[in-house]
């Protein structure tokens, strides 16, 4: 699949759109300008890709909002060299905003045939994650571990503590938290003990699934 002027033109759209809607990282902005969304849908759905909507990929999941994805990513503060964990890779979407900006992303799937496309799409493009992992997100990256940031992209009916645990001082936890509709929590570390808890609002996801592959 090739990206047009067309495909750029309704990029810079969406851009316009999220900028409305009170996105105002330059840098945000700017991989969402860059990222070509329609590349993470299925062919039947790309006329949808610029669209700030949801849409359905394999295994029943869904390709984020890329109003949530730039809110996610604004709010985890990711700068160039940020190390970054991502609970639900799902399409890699969120994976390559990340990217772009610069961050060395490790990304965790519990869906296998999600992770298996993911890992075959970053083998054929410029950029890829440090790491593709098929697990179960709830225990986090503990090999890896400290991260400046980790970002959930599924709905947690409860804040899984290693996350907590797997970040640096300073670090942010982005996660939306809830059963059928969640509130988007940041979690900043201010010490080994320490966190401050912000929230930013609703937002629906697809559930965090634990222990079931
Ligand atoms: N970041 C993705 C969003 C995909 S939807 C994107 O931009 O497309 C959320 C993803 O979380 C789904 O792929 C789902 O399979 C995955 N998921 C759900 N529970 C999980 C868990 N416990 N561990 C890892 N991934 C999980």
């Given at each position: 699949?090739?990206?047009?002027?067309?495909?750029?033109?309704?990029?810079?759209?969406?851009?316009?759109?999220?900028?409305?809607?009170?996105?105002?990282?330059?840098?945000?902005?700017?991989?969402?300008?860059?990222?070509?969304?329609?590349?993470?849908?299925?062919?039947?759905?790309?006329?949808?890709?610029?669209?700030?909507?949801?849409?359905?990929?394999?295994?029943?999941?869904?390709?984020?909002?890329?109003?949530?994805?730039?809110?996610?990513?604004?709010?985890?503060?990711?700068?160039?060299?940020?190390?970054?964990?991502?609970?639900?890779?799902?399409?890699?979407?969120?994976?390559?905003?990340?990217?772009?900006?610069?961050a060395v992303v490790y990304s965790i799937e519990r869906q296998n045939k999600l992770?298996?496309?993911?890992?075959?799409?970053?083998?054929?493009?410029?950029?890829?994650?440090?790491?593709?992992?098929?697990?179960?997100?709830?225990?986090?990256?503990?090999?890896?571990?400290?991260?400046?940031?980790?970002?959930?992209?599924?709905?947690?009916?409860?804040?899984?503590?290693?996350?907590?645990a797997q970040l640096k001082i300073g670090g942010k936890l982005v996660i939306p938290?809830?059963?059928?509709?969640?509130?988007?929590?940041?979690?900043?570390?201010?010490?080994?003990?320490?966190?401050?808890?912000?929230?930013?609002?609703?937002?629906?996801?697809?559930?965090?699934?634990?222990?079931?592959?």
């Amino acid at each position: 699949m090739k990206d047009t002027f067309t495909h750029k033109g309704m990029r810079k759209k969406l851009v316009e759109t999220l900028e409305k809607k009170g996105i105002t990282n330059p840098a945000v902005l700017q991989a969402i300008n860059t990222i070509p969304r329609h590349l993470f849908m299925d062919s039947g759905f790309i006329d949808h890709a610029y669209v700030d909507k949801a849409f359905p990929i394999a295994a029943d999941q869904t390709i984020s909002q890329p109003y949530t994805v730039a809110r996610q990513t604004e709010l985890l503060e990711v700068v160039k060299g940020s190390k970054i964990l991502e609970i639900g890779t799902g399409s890699g979407y969120q994976t390559a905003v990340l990217l772009q900006i610069g961050a060395v992303v490790y990304s965790i799937e519990r869906q296998n045939k999600l992770f298996k496309k993911a890992e075959n799409f970053f083998k054929k493009q410029k950029y890829a994650p440090k790491k593709l992992i098929f697990g179960d997100g709830y225990i986090g990256l503990e090999t890896e571990a400290p991260f400046d940031g980790v970002v959930v992209t599924a709905g947690a009916p409860y804040v899984p503590k290693p996350l907590l645990a797997q970040l640096k001082i300073g670090g942010k936890l982005v996660i939306p938290v809830g059963e059928t509709s969640q509130i988007m929590t940041v979690f900043t570390r201010t010490s080994k003990t320490a966190f401050n808890k912000e929230t930013f609002g609703e937002f629906k996801f697809v559930p965090l699934l634990e222990n079931k592959n």
